[in-house]
């Protein structure tokens, strides 16, 4: 059976992040992306969690939109899905992707870690070192 809710949580994923896109006309949802989706164990509940980007306002904002057009997204995920007993719609904030940015800049701001561009560099310099100390010894 976990097939059958992996391929429903996908499904949902998919037709919600495209009902978000292409149906809600709700000026205060801003750049809004459908991380995951979470059902529970009878299908009678889905937790979507999206992923905002902004400032804490927007954020905010976006949230208070979804939160009011989750009945709307209901009704066309109704129409889309065709099963029996269709999920209730619950949204939620997924900072995941926010701490993941976090973690990425704290390693790159540890000492002793090289970025990828600066050691790029690095073996350029010393490429062009290694010409100039072969072509001092010829002459």
Request: no cysteine.
């Amino acid at each position: 059976m976990k097939y059958r809710k992996d391929r429903l949580e996908e499904l949902i994923k998919r037709i919600v992040s495209e009902i978000i896109m292409r149906e809600l006309k709700d000026p205060r949802i801003g750049f809004v992306t459908v991380t995951g989706v979470e059902l529970n164990k009878d299908y009678t509940e889905a937790k979507i969690g999206v992923s905002i980007l902004g400032s804490s306002t927007d954020v905010r904002k976006s949230m208070e939109g979804i939160r009011s057009s989750s009945g709307f997204v209901q009704k066309l995920l109704g129409k889309e899905l065709k099963i029996r007993n269709l999920p209730r719609v619950y949204f939620y904030l997924d900072k995941s992707v926010e701490e993941g940015v976090d973690m990425v800049n704290m390693i790159h701001n540890l000492p002793g870690v090289i970025d990828s561009k600066d050691d790029g560099d690095l073996k350029e310099e010393s490429k062009k070192e290694d010409e100039d100390s072969n072509g001092n010894e010829e002459i």
